[in-house]
Structure formats: structure tokens, C-alpha cells
């Protein structure tokens, strides 16, 4: 960064002759550095005043500014509603890199020096770097993941030493995910609400520092070992999971922070510069577009500085490869509260070199005006795909539920809309890799409880079974919570097996959320934030895990892996081939090319997709997908599709197994029985068609399609809401 920018070298830097410290306050009046005694962190040891600089900076030196030094700031400046100055509090430079607890509740922060300056070596572990189209995204809790795995040593069970243990990465690479998506690791404190309660923020989602790993999840002997060992274990981790060719995205929470609303806790912004930091409405009251208390005004500079000095930090210092933006149209909204996708932090992460290198994934949405923003976030970021995890749900659960009850379900052509990578969603330019798909995320049910309850069950929540949400597009089956009954527990493992198969043979990003691939529930929460317990713990006795099931996604994402046409770069266009853009071709039961009427026909079911891939940089491929979604078997005629001599199954969702009759060779217009609520996937041997058939056209039909989640504009949609 050019130091013509007010803006550079925020926090401190440290040197030869102790350090130098840039604040940045724009409203204050005075801003005095005090170092603390480090035996006594309630004992200031010196006191420096910083000089106003250009830009809101102040800036100043000390002797006692040397590495591991904990310091605070204490600001004052004028009264008025949008202010909350008070020089008695003692504030965390929220560009500190280690933090740690004075007595009095206040934090401090700690002076590190870089990771190579301690010693620490990557000992060439360089990021993966997996494209795109490979990734495959594991959602998981670093605590959560390891804490009941016996193959861990106790002491590190639950620890980024736990993650990063061999058990650890054997188990991940084993199962065929590329890349770990961990819930936030930012140092975060719980809301004051649940510490009246007795209760503690598990997610993480509350953050206290945008630069410090969050102390509890290293090992007690890091813990001891202070800020620069929690460090260097979550670099270890990093370290560790690269070596083993695993990506680390962190979901980061730059949206609000751990202050809360006005009558929260002043830690650091609200202190330093509370106008400015945060949004406000001509009253002086909070804007809260985030449900959180407060809400980052990015329509300033320093909190876009913040953010993006934050994510080079990570990604260059920590070496991790990506970021999933909590609550990310916030980040995109500008000083009137307009969300834009040019805003200049979005374009800043893209434009930054080692930022705009790293994966970059959305959450598009957030809770203030217009705030659903999915598809509309600019080129370079992929998005949480609301529309597929809820027409997905409704395909195989809600309309299972239709179906029972005798009423027509919601038909077959906007599930092929999301199977194909949503592009009625995301721009041509932005092609299928622009959509995250999800089922499940931490948020909401686990994919075992999405098939087994019809409402929450949040009453260990402590606030009255009120909080999660309320329509989940879940089905139980016909009876609430666990039963006993073999046909039910059958049939909410198929559905569970066709939710995983559609998830993980669709084009786009999927994510998997950890425990989904073996069954793991929480009991009906689908709202579980506050339980760190083995509520939310991955288990790892053989007992509690569906080992059919985890074979059946082990092997999903081999398949995966092997067919590229599953995994398309670009979407088609009609009448050409291009490179890296699967042809895609839709059949009925019968092997007839599907017409609008299909398409439009609720009572379609049945559907047979050919995909064929266009190769760039892997050899050619080409796969049928048969889905059949009704308690009726059926039987379909296979398509005489150009070029295909015979069709080899791959894998049938009806098997408890994932392997049973993989192999068996069916000839193009062979009639083959297709089990009830089932899919079936095949490689198509033979020639490459010689170019885009006539039924290619039905797939520029079925993406353009309506969805009726597609109905009106975002704004309009978000507004009846």
C-alpha cells in the first residue's frame, strides 16, 4: 500500500528502538498510548500522547512498545449523540495482533512481531491453490470437530492442534473434501445476554479482534505459552492441512462486533470513534442491518481499511486461502446504506493481490432494507445459494410430503434449474462456480434432522423454542424425532442419500456441513449457537456414525472427482460448444427430448439429464443422471443419445450401500426399472457427439425457467419480508 494513504500502517510496528503506534479516530481530541506492566495488566507502566496526524491518524513512538508488550489506548473527544468518548476506559487497537483480559474486563492488546521473526518455518508448505471446479467445502468447528475423537491425544482434542493431528487429516482426505471451512476463528467473546445466562457463544460469531486466532481453541500448553504460541499453533495447523493438499477458509465476521448496541460493552470502537465506525440514523440511533446490535459503516474508509488489512493479514502472515464473508450485503453497502456490488470494499478484496487470490464466498444477504442480494455480487466471489438448498429441500422432502397427501408437487423443471448451476441466478459471465451449494450449514438443521423433524426443537436455547427458524423445508417422515419403525428409518436414510447425491453431482461449489456424512442430529436444534457440547461435537464412536452412509459420500465425491462433466466452468450457450462448459441434454422417462410441457408438467417426475463435458484441461467425459421422485417405481427407456454405445452405473441412491451392482452395462433404449424416490448415475461410453444435439436445446429452456423463488426482483422480495 502507498503511504500517500493516510490510512497505512494502522497499529504498531515495531523496530530497533521499540515501536511505533498509528491510531485512527477522526472525531477525538487526544489519544494517549499506555503500555502496561506485563505481571499487572491494570498497571500502566508509561503513558505516550499521540500526535494528530493527516486523516483522523494519530501516531506516536515508545521504547516500551518492544514484542510482547500489552498496551491499550485511552481517546477523549467532544459529547453529542452520535459519540461515547470517555478517556477513563482503558481500548483494544483494533489492529492488534495478540490480545489478552486485564481484571477489570477490558482488553489489551499484544505486541507480536512477524511469524518468521519467532522462527517459525512453513518449511515450503505452500497453499493448494485447488481451482474451482475440484473444490469440494467442508463446513466445520475447530473445537467441535475433534473433542470426542479418541485416536487425538486428550490434550489436544478440540485444539487447532487437534484439526491439525494425523487422525485429523487421514479422516479428511480419506473422505474426499478439498477444503475446511471453519467457523469463526477470530478472537470473539460471548454476548453479554448469554453470559446473564450462563451460557457461551459456540459459533463464534461476536467479534472482540480482526487479527488474533481466538485463545480457547489452542492447546492448554499454547494457552500458557501466550498470544505468540496461540499463534503459531493455528499457523501449525495451516501448515499441517497444506501439506496435506487441504485448503483453510475462514469464516470471517467483518460485518458487526462484539460491542453490541449502544447500552453494550465499549471494548475498542465505540470508544476510539463510535460516529464514524458505526452506522447511525439521523437520531444517533444504530443502524442494524446485521440482527446483531451494531452494524460497521462501510461507508467510511478506516472500516474498509480494517477489513482489508484484516484479510491480508490471514491470507499472507497465516497463509490461509479463503474467506467466507458473514452477512456479506453489509459489507457492500455504502454511506447512505445502499448496497452496490462496485462498493470499494468488494472491489478492494478482488483488486488486492494476495485477497483477491484467495477464495472468496459470500453469505448475500443480510436483515436490513434489500438486503437479499443473492446472484448479485460481482465477478471473483461465489455465493451461499439460498434458492438451491431451498428448491432441493422442496424437490425431495416437501413434495414427498405432496405427494402423500395427494397434491401435485412442484414439478421437475426448476430442480433442473439448480442441478445445472443456477444460471437464472448468476450472470453469464460469472458461469455455475459462482454458486455455493448448500443443503445444510450450521445454521439450521442437520441433514439427519432435516429428515426427522417438521419443527424445531430449540427449548434448551432458554428463550422459549423463539429463535432458529420456522420454515425449514424439512420433513419427518410421519413420525417427530427418532423412531423405531424400519420402513420410516429407510426412508429418511434414501432421502438423505438423494438430498447428498443431488448436492454433490450438481454443477457448482457444493459445501458439506461436518456430520452430515454420517447422520450425525442435534436433536431437532436447529438453532444450536449456545451448546458447546456433544450436542454439537462430531462423534467418533462407530456406534453413532452411519457407515453406509459415509462409504455413500466417500464415494460420491470420488465420482466426482472422476467425471469433469459434473463439474462445469462455464455455462453453455445454444448451438455452441464451449470449452469448459458441459452440453447439457434433458430426456423424459421415455428418452424423449424434453418440451416446455414437460418442463411446466407438475406431475413430471421422472427426468434423465445428459451431461458431456468440453474439455480444456482434463480428457473427455460424459454421465446420464436419472431422478425419479415419487413413491412409485417406474420404469425409463435409456436415451439413444449420439455417439453413446452403453451406459455404466456408477451409483443408485436406492442401495443402503453405495457399491451394489456398480459395473452392470444397459444399451441406449433399454428399458430399466428405476426404484421409487431414487436417483441413478452412469458414465456414457462411446464417441463424442459430434457437436450440440437437438435435445441441447431443451437445457437453454430449462435454465431460463422461472423459479418460483425467482418470481420478483430482490428488492421487491426482500421487501415483503
Known sequence: MSSADPLHDLGVRTGPDGGTIRVWSEHATAVELVVFDPDDLDWAASRVPL????????????????????????????????????????????????????????WRGIVLDSLASEGFDWDGAAKPRVPLDHTVVYEAHVRGFSRLNPRIPDALRGTYAGLAHDASLEYLTGLGVTTVELLPVQAFVPEQRLVRQGQVNYWGYNTLGFFAPHTPYASAAAQAGGPAAVRREFAGMVKRLHEAGLEVVLDVVYNHTAEEG???????????????YYRHDVHGRYVDTTGCGNTLDFGHDAPVR???????????????????????????????????????????????????????????????????????????????????????????????????????????????????????????????????????????FTLADLTAYDVKHNLGNGEHNRDGADHNNSYNHGVEGPTDDATIAGARRRSIRNLLGTLLLSAGVPMLTAGDEYGRSQRGNNNAYCHDSELTWLAWDSADRDAALEATVRHLLRLRRENPALRPVRYGRFGETVPSASQMDWYNADGETMTIDHWNDASQRTLQF??????????????????????????VLLPAHPGVDDYELLWDSSREEPDGELGARYDPVERMAVAPQSMRLFRAHGEPSPGPSDAAAASIDVDVLPDADDATAPDERTAAH
Request: negative net charge.
Open 306 to 444: 480494517l477489513v482489508l488489512d484484516s484479510m491480508r493479514y490471514w491470507a499472507e502472515e497465516l497463509q490461509v486461502d479463503g474467506f467466507r464473508l458473514d452477512l456479506a450485503a453489509t459489507l457492500g453497502r455504502d454511506a447512505l446504506g445502499a448496497y452496490s456490488p462496485d462498493h470499494p470494499l468488494l472491489q478492494g478484496m478482488l483488486a488486492d493481490p494476495v485477497i483477491g487470490a484467495s477464495k472468496l464466498i459470500a453469505e448475500p444477504w443480510d436483515v436490513g432494507p434489500f438486503g437479499w442480494q443473492t446472484g448479485n455480487f460481482p465477478a471473483g466471489f461465489s455465493e451461499w445459494n439460498d434458492r438451491y438448498r431451498d428448491r432441493m429441500r422442496d424437490f425431495w422432502l416437501g413434495d414427498l410430503r405432496r405427494e402423500r397427501a395427494g397434491e401435485a408437487g412442484s414439478g421437475i423443471g426448476r430442480f433442473a434449474t439448480r442441478l445445472a448451476g443456477s444460471s437464472n441466478t448468476f450472470a453469464q459471465e460469472r458461469g455455475p462456480l459462482a454458486s455455493l451449494n448448500f443443503i445444510t450449514a450450521h445454521d439450521g
Open 262 to 276: 449502544r447500552q453494550g460493552p465499549t471494548y475498542s470502537f465505540r470508544g476510539i470513534d463510535n460516529a464514524t
Open 51 to 106: 500526535a494528530q496526524s493527516e486523516g483522523g491518524v494519530w501516531e506516536g513512538a515508545s521504547s516500551a512498545l518492544v514484542t510482547g508488550a500489552r498496551y491499550g489506548l485511552r481517546i477523549d473527544g467532544p459529547a453529542g449523540i452520535e459519540h461515547a468518548f470517555n478517556p477513563v476506559h482503558t481500548l483494544l487497537d483494533p489492529w492488534a495482533r495478540g490480545l489478552q483480559m486485564a481484571g477489570d474486563g477490558s
Open 610 to 635: 445428459m451431461a458431456a463435458s468440453t474439455p480444456e484441461f482434463e480428457e473427455y467425459n460424459r454421465i446420464l443422471l436419472v431422478v425419479h421422485a415419487s413413491e412409485t417405481g417406474t420404469e
